[in-house]
């Protein structure tokens, strides 16, 4: 099974996401984490950073090498979860052709949702205890810009295909974790 996890930044995709990725037993490929490990120490991992920590999106070509490398690895096989991948029309296209050449393709997309008062205040909390470089103030805002712009056109693209499932991410954790899994288990 693959699965598509799309929410704008603060809705709590990894925390859903890592509880997934051992309930369902498949990999949990979060594309914020692969860029972020790229060493800041070389020109490509500098670039990259430069990217983050303005709060804009990595470009296309970019992730999808990533991305698609990490398709290689056998444990993808039987399925992954995608974690903030696609964020652009392009990256989803892109991604449908290569699953597509493999036979494969995306079976549901979860859109994660939360009102953008509760987001700021949730990254703002965050970045008391993380310390992450692109949970400032302002680049928050960018980044909730970033999302209605270019990953929100992502979630019709999917409507247009029947595979989206609304989730209210308003509530507890472990409410949302199960109601998570009702829909995909339906
Ligand atoms: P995240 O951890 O998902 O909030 O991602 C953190 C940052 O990594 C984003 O603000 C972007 O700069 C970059 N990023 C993560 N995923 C993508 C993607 N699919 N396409 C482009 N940039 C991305």
């Known amino acids: 099974m ?9 809705a709590g995709k990894g925390t859903q996401c890592r509880r997934l990725s051992t309930h369902f037993a498949i990999p949990h490929l979060s594309t914020g984490e692969m860029l972020r490990k790229a060493s800041r120490d070389t020109p490509v991992g500098r670039v ?5 920590d303005n ?32 964020r652009t029309i392009i990256q989803a296209e892109l991604l449908d052709s290569h699953l597509a050449a493999m036979q494969q ?11 953008e008062a509760e ?5 703002l909390a965050r970045a ?10 302002e ?6 810009q970033v999302f209605h712009s270019q990953t929100a056109p992502v979630l019709d693209y999917y409507s247009g295909r029947g595979l989206i499932e609304q989730i209210d991410g308003h509530r507890p954790p472990d409410e949302v974790f199960d109601e998570i899994c ?3 288990e339906a």
Request: aromatic residues 4%.
């Open 2 to 10: 693959r699965i598509v996890f799309i929410g704008p930044p603060g």
């Open 48 to 52: 990259v950073a430069a990217y983050i």
């Open 55 to 86: 709060g804009q999106l990595a470009p296309d070509a970019l992730v999808m090498r990533i991305v698609r490398k990490r398709l290689q690895g056998d444990d993808c096989r039987q399925g992954c979860l995608f974690d903030g991948f696609p």
């Open 105 to 115: 393709r995306v079976d549901v997309v979860l859109e994660l949702q939360v009102a």
């Open 119 to 123: 987001l700021v205040d949730r990254l």
């Open 128 to 137: 008391e205890v993380e310390g992450r470089e692109d949970d400032t103030a």
């Open 139 to 144: 680049t928050i805002q960018r980044r909730l």
């Open 182 to 184: 009702r829909r995909i």
